[in-house]
C-alpha cells in the first residue's frame, strides 16, 4: 500500500487490494500477512532455540529476536511456535520454585502507561473513597464513578509524547469512533470528565465544559486541574496532639516550709529553751 501511494492503516482499502491482487492471481506468499492468513516468523527454527535456551524469560526471548518485549501479541505468537516446535522452556525464572528472592524488580515504562492508567485512575478515585465502576459493554467514557449519588463518566487519558516547540506534554483528547474513521472531539453527552495521567506521574482531571471542542491539550496550561497522588490526609482524630501535653507533670518542691515543718521546728525550740 505504501508503494501504490495509500495510507497502512486503511483496512478496507487493504482488503480491496488484496482481493484483486488474488483475481489477478499474484504471489504473496512472501508476505508477512498472506491473504490475512497467519503471521509467518521472521527468524528460523534454529535462531528461536538458540534464544530460547540463552534467555530466562519470555520477554528476554522476544528482545533477542528483534521484537518489542512488551508487546503482548508478539509474545504469544513466539511462544506458539515453540510450543509447535516442542522447544523446552522449563529453565525459565516463571517454571522455577518460588523463593523468597524478590522477582518484581522491572523499572517502569512509559510503554506500559496506557495499559496501567485505567488501573491508576481507579486506585486513586477508590482511595479517596469514591466507587469506581467498568463499563460492561464499549462505551466512549472508561470508568463510571459514584460522588455524593451522582454517577460520572471518566474518560482516561495518557500522554507520553511532548510538544517539539514547547517541550510541554501534548495529549490527545479526542476519539475514533470507527475503524479507519477520522479523530472527533468528544461530546459532553458522553463524557463528564478525563482522568490524564502523563509519563511523569501527574494526575490531572478537567472537566469537559472547560476543554469542549478541543482534539488536543497541553498540560501546562490545566496545572490548575492537576490532583493530588496517594499522599494521605490525616483525620482531625488521627493527630497527635502537642508534645507538651504529653510530657510527665512534676511537682516542684516549694521553698517555702510547710505549716507543719513550722510547728514542728517551734516545738524542737520550746523544748531547748525548758
Keep these: 500500500m505504501r508503494a ?62 528483534g521484537l518489542h518485549s512488551a508487546n503482548a501479541e508478539a ?4 511462544r ?3 510450543a509447535r516446535l516442542g522447544l523446552d ?41 469514591y466507587t469506581a465502576s467498568l463499563p460492561v459493554e464499549s462505551r466512549p467514557y472508561d470508568l463510571i464513578v459514584e460522588a455524593d449519588g451522582v454517577l460520572y463518566r471518566i474518560q ?26 477520522k479523530k472527533i472531539a468528544y461530546d459532553p453527552t458522553d463524557v463528564d470528565f478525563f482522568f ?19 482534539k488536543h491539550l497541553q498540560l501546562n496550561t490545566i496545572s490548575h486541574r492537576k490532583v493530588a497522588l496517594y499522599r494521605p490526609t490525616r483525620r482531625p482524630q488521627d493527630r497527635l496532639l502537642p508534645r507538651v501535653l504529653y510530657a510527665p507533670i512534676v511537682k516542684r518542691r516549694s521553698c517555702q516550709p510547710t505549716k507543719l515543718a513550722l510547728e514542728v521546728r517551734v516545738l524542737l525550740g520550746a523544748r531547748k529553751l525548758g
Design 89 to 129: 522452556s522449563r529453565h525459565f525464572t516463571s517454571h522455577r520454585e518460588r523463593g523468597v528472592e524478590m522477582p518484581f524488580t522491572a523499572m517502569p515504562d512509559s510503554c506500559n502507561l496506557r495499559r496501567a492508567a485505567v488501573s491508576m485512575a481507579m486506585a486513586w478515585f477508590a482511595y479517596r473513597g
Design 156 to 181: 482516561v487519558k495518557t500522554v507520553t509524547t511532548r510538544d517539539r516547540k514547547s517541550g510541554q506534554f501534548d495529549c490527545s483528547i479526542s476519539r475514533r469512533p470507527l475503524r479507519d474513521a
Design 4 to 65: 501504490l501511494g495509500y495510507k497502512t492503516t486503511n483496512g478496507r482499502l487493504a482488503a480491496g487490494i488484496r482481493l484483486q491482487a488474488e483475481g489477478l492471481g499474484l504471489d504473496m506468499s512472501h508476505f508477512s500477512h498472506a491473504g490475512g492468513a497467519r503471521r509467518r516468523r521472521t527468524w528460523p527454527a534454529e535462531q528461536l532455540q538458540a534464544a530460547i535456551l540463552a534467555s530466562t524469560s519470555w520477554s528476554e526471548v522476544v528482545g533477542r529476536l
Design 75 to 78: 509474545i504469544s505468537r513466539v
Design 80 to 82: 506458539g511456535y515453540a
Design 196 to 214: 490524564i495521567v502523563d509519563a511523569d506521574g501527574g494526575h490531572y482531571i478537567v472537566p469537559l465544559a472547560e476543554v469542549g471542542g478541543a
